[in-house]
């Protein structure tokens, strides 16, 4: 049985290697580098696929949610309401730009940041929500453009972990995560859904206006060669990520199938166990399960992960810290208690193995494992 692995990405390279290669290959072969044919037609593809509007590829997920708020025009002190259980990177850059990140808790269920705690963190400096599609799911759409319409506040979607994931609007609408909003931003990190061999990343957008602004401030701030009509930052698609994400992305929607699975079998094996909550899906949303995350009641977190480690099952904390509790950002002046559901979550997750290549022995073997641990 081969090693398992949190995600396996050499066993996905290895299904699909003759056209990855012969694709990187055409790249070193135009020595196209930079801005090569392959990054628009990879912006094409993914526009399709996504059914919006505008696709601005960047350099990864981070610089993506920097321009897009530098697009907007928010200026220091501007609030932007962010969840308190996420990856860091809107907060930081929320905090680089001299913005001012509010927390709001998320549901103790589904991970998302809870839209009934939304309102109430509304000031007159607010000027946007950044909903995070954590784990892979979108979080309450409906309910956050709602009182972003109410209020006149922006929305960014932070779809780094959700790209492919689909939601139900009650009118029976369907979106594409990260075409909800004003802007939309995913990551092409390799352990992402979509990943490339590097770092990679891209905003969207129905809005021609913002996506020049987004286009023009990804390339230093220049509408013409060596004109410059604003700030800003040199943040590219590498040409051979994007020839290959041209590839893999003809592969998402059977990936998303192969993790649907992986997770379905999670499901069924710990749903009775009363020491596990399985993750709980969105009825609006699909789910694309960039993690498989349960939460462990009455057991010592570690000494699971040991037991796994035993038999060489990784697992992995997603995430140890809540964001209003790092040490970067104590200046904001939050403290333990103020997220309860947030801090418990980060004392009570753990993520399982969960990839597009997972073979049944080493599924059976991961559930055995755990199940074990409860005899
Ligand atoms: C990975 C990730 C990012 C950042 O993407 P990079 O490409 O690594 O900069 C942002 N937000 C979330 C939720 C992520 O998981």
Request: charged share 20%.
């Amino acid at each position: 049985m081969k090693k398992i692995q949190m995600v396996d990405l050499k066993s996905q390279y290895e299904k699909i290697k003759d056209e990855i290669d012969a694709a990187m290959q055409e790249v070193i072969d135009q020595a196209a580098f930079i801005n090569g044919p392959h990054v628009r037609l990879f912006a094409d593809d993914l526009k399709a696929y996504l059914n919006c509007k505008y696709v601005i590829p960047c350099g990864n997920g981070t610089d993506g949610l920097q321009v897009a708020m530098m697009a907007l025009d928010f200026k220091p002190g501007d609030e932007v309401i962010v969840p308190a259980f996420t990856y860091i990177a809107a907060v930081e850059v929320i905090a680089l730009l001299g913005l001012k990140p509010v927390f709001v808790d998320v549901d103790a269920a589904t991970f998302q940041i809870d839209t009934s705690k939304i309102e109430s963190k509304i000031t007159d400096k607010t000027v946007a929500i950044v909903p995070v599609h954590l784990f892979g799911q979108c979080s309450e759409m409906e309910a956050i453009l709602k009182m972003a319409q109410n209020h006149g506040l922006k929305v960014i979607e932070d779809a780094a972990q959700s790209i492919g994931s689909v939601y139900r609007f009650s009118d029976g609408t369907l979106a594409q995560s990260g075409t909800m909003g004003d802007i939309g931003v995913t990551s092409f990190f390799p352990s992402k859904n979509l990943g490339c061999f590097g770092d990679g990343g891209a905003m969207f957008t129905n809005d021609h206006d913002l996506a020049e602004k987004m286009r023009m401030i990804s390339t230093h701030g220049q509408k013409k060669k060596y004109h410059h009509h604003s700030i800003g930052v040199n943040s590219r698609l590498d040409t051979v990520q994007a020839a290959l994400l041209r590839v893999k992305l003809r592969y998402l929607n059977q990936y998303q199938n192969a993790r649907n699975k992986v997770a379905e079998a999670y499901d069924k094996a710990f749903e009775a166990n009363s020491h596990i909550s399985i993750p709980k899906r969105i009825l609006q949303s699909t789910h694309v399960f960039h993690q498989y995350t349960i939460k462990l009641k009455d057991v010592n977190r570690e000494e699971f992960s040991k037991h796994l480690a035993s038999f060489g099952i990784p697992t992995m904390i997603y995430y140890p810290v809540p964001t209003h509790l790092q040490l970067a950002y104590q200046n904001y002046g939050y403290r333990e208690g103020d997220f309860p559901i947030s801090e418990k979550l980060c004392k009570e997750v753990i993520s399982l193995p969960m990839h597009t290549e997972m073979e049944s022995e080493q599924l059976d073997l991961i559930i055995d494992s755990i199940n074990s641990y409860f005899i």
